[in-house]
């Protein structure tokens, strides 16, 4: 009984070797069909979605960095350097010092109440400079050379081939600079729009107003609408396992379609100390908007046009390369030459008249020194080519030393055709007096 009952349990249903190996490739066609279509070929995110999840993270950044700064200042609060006792000249004037306050006074800018400048101007400037850069670009293979160095220098990867750019495109149109204001700032440009005692209105005998390092800042905003496009072209090298095992060709365009943000200008002075000269700040504020428009281009046979994560990261890099630089806290510093007036820099004025009268010296210096000539020689240079004394000057006879000798022993000269044995008083009206 027991061993019939034995007999009797059946097995449980398994699957084949050949089932489960159309199942497990079929479940990995899913997934790289899924990550195609959700990971590299999904919508982008909307162009406002992006640029106001950018500018949060740009000011929650700059909110910890003010913090780390007001948390070291009460932590370790600064004291000013003492200075060396040197000598000074008692006949150079020590001007009074001098504070924003007090450069604010006496240029009768308040910052509370004054009004925001237009800029229209300084736009116009802008303009024709960037207008003569774009028509020397044209002119010059200079910016084209400098790009290759640039983008085939020492850090290209290896997995990357030669790159080239293909189309460049500088715009048509100009920044828009407007709403130009100033704004007192501290020795890390944090705004001293606030007094101390939280008052809303700028304090010029405030602590922070009267610390060593306190400048103006001028804040202007800055709207550009227009096409600047780099395109380049390369391809993607795959070494592994052997060299060149596999190419695949990658074309890129980016274009700049529209910035728009705050641009902040501000002057270092100069620390005769430390041999540092004045220099020259600018930034940007975090509030700024960069939009792109990137088109991309991989294959040879089958291409993919237009990868938006491809877009994707080439922003992402661009906007990154652009915070690093010079989006608060982080700014360029320009040193700035002497602008104390000098003669070897001066042009223009008297410059073209002082060369023009040189010129003119010059010349009225040859015609003296024609008119200084010998009469005797000029008249003797006239008449050699008459008396065919050029053609038949010999040793004994030909040199002018020794024809001048003999008309000094002589002094007369018979002319061709003339009478033998003819006296001097018999010569022809038509004889020419050499020493005359």
């Excluded at 990971?39 to 950018?54: H, N, V, Y």
């Excluded at 002057?267 to 700040?281: D, G, L, Y």
């Excluded at 700035?336 to 040189?358: I, Y």
Aim: aromatic share 6%; proline share 7%; hydrophobic share 35%.
């Amino acid at each position: 009984m027991a061993a019939t009952d034995m007999c009797l349990a059946k097995p449980e249903p398994t699957l084949s070797f050949t089932q489960g190996f159309i199942v497990g490739q079929i479940s990995i066609v899913l997934l790289i069909a899924a990550f195609i279509k959700f990971f590299i070929f999904g919508d982008r995110p909307s162009a406002e979605i992006t640029a106001s999840l950018r500018a949060t993270e740009r000011q929650s950044n700059t909110l910890a960095h003010k913090q780390s700064l007001l948390t070291l200042r009460t932590d370790n609060p600064r004291q000013a350097h003492p200075t060396l006792n040197k000598k000074k000249s008692s006949i150079l004037r020590n001007p009074p010092s001098l504070t924003i306050g007090s450069i604010l006074n006496k240029t009768y800018y308040n910052v509370d109440s004054h009004q925001p400048e237009s800029l229209d101007w300084f736009n116009v400037l802008i303009a024709q400079t960037i207008a003569q850069f774009r028509s020397d670009a044209q002119h010059d293979d200079a910016i084209l050379t400098s790009l290759m160095k640039a983008l085939n220098g020492t850090s290209r990867p290896d997995f990357l081939d030669e790159i080239k750019v293909t189309e460049l495109t500088l715009g048509e149109d100009f920044p828009i600079l407007s709403n130009c204001r100033i704004i007192p700032v501290d020795e890390d440009g944090l705004s001293l729009d606030f007094g101390d005692n939280g008052g809303k209105r700028f304090d010029p005998n405030s602590p922070r107003a009267t610390r060593e390092g306190a400048r103006l800042q001028a804040r202007m905003d800055v709207d550009l609408s227009d096409m600047i496009t780099l395109a380049l072209e390369t391809k993607m090298l795959m070494n592994y396992p052997k060299r060149l095992t596999a190419v695949l060709p990658v074309a890129l365009a980016v274009s700049v379609v529209r910035f728009s943000g705050t641009l902040c200008i501000s002057f270092i002075p100069s620390n005769p100390s430390q041999s540092t000269p004045t220099m020259m700040a600018f930034n940007f504020l975090d509030d700024y908007r960069l939009d792109l428009s990137i088109r991309s281009l991989v294959g040879s046979r089958s291409r993919l046009q237009d990868v938006p994560k491809i877009a994707q990261l080439v922003e992402s890099r661009l906007h990154k390369w652009f915070d690093d630089r010079c989006v608060e806290p982080r700014f360029q510093e320009i040193a700035l030459p002497s602008l104390w007036p000098r003669k070897k820099n001066t042009r223009g004025g008297d410059d073209g008249l002082e060369s023009t009268m040189a010129s003119v010296s010059k010349g009225k210096g040859r015609d003296a020194s024609r008119d200084t000539r010998d009469p005797k020689e000029e008249a003797r240079k006239e008449v050699e080519p008459e008396l065919g004394v050029g053609s038949e000057r010999n040793p004994e006879t030909g040199s002018l030393r020794y024809r001048r000798s003999r008309l000094d022993s002589i002094g007369q000269l018979s002319m061709p055709g003339a009478m033998p044995g003819a006296m001097p008083g018999s010569m022809p009206s038509n004889a020419v007096d050499m020493e005359t």
